[in-house]
């Protein structure tokens, strides 16, 4: 069974940086695809970034185009979001997810073909 644990959440001001990681332990870890995903209180959760599980390709969306980044050390089972610029409208519980891949480069961008969720981690904007 596949686990994944997210950190690095936390309160900042608008502009400051953060790094979140996610854990990813129970299977081969450069067999899945993975995506990050955030939950802001009385909202959908919405697609946040996406990488395959070669790390060659990735997506993100187009409200942290160029401020968010993903990327993924698959010898280390972890998964990064490094956010930098961020606005008081970022803060959102933040999930990490893992699809296994069906090929080197697939991105997932639709949360139900993700199998396995982590547990979240807050990250709170203050203007």
């Known amino acids: 069974q596949v686990q994944l644990v997210e950190s690095g959440g936390g309160l900042v001001q608008a502009g400051d940086s953060l790094r979140l990681s996610c854990a990813f332990s129970g299977r081969t870890f450069a067999n899945y695809a993975m995506g990050w995903y955030r939950q802001a209180p009385g909202k959908e959760r919405e697609f946040v970034a996406a990488?395959?599980?070669?790390?060659?390709?990735?997506h993100s969306a187009d409200s942290v185009k160029g401020r968010f980044t993903i990327s993924r050390d698959n010898a280390e089972n972890t998964l990064y979001l490094q956010m930098n610029s961020l606005k008081p409208e970022d803060t959102a519980v933040y999930y990490c997810a893992a699809g296994f891949g069906k090929w080197a480069e697939e991105v997932i961008t639709d949360r139900d073909e993700y199998d396995y969720w982590g547990q979240g981690t807050q990250v709170t904007v203050s203007s």
């Open positions: 990488i395959s599980w070669s790390g060659e390709a990735m």
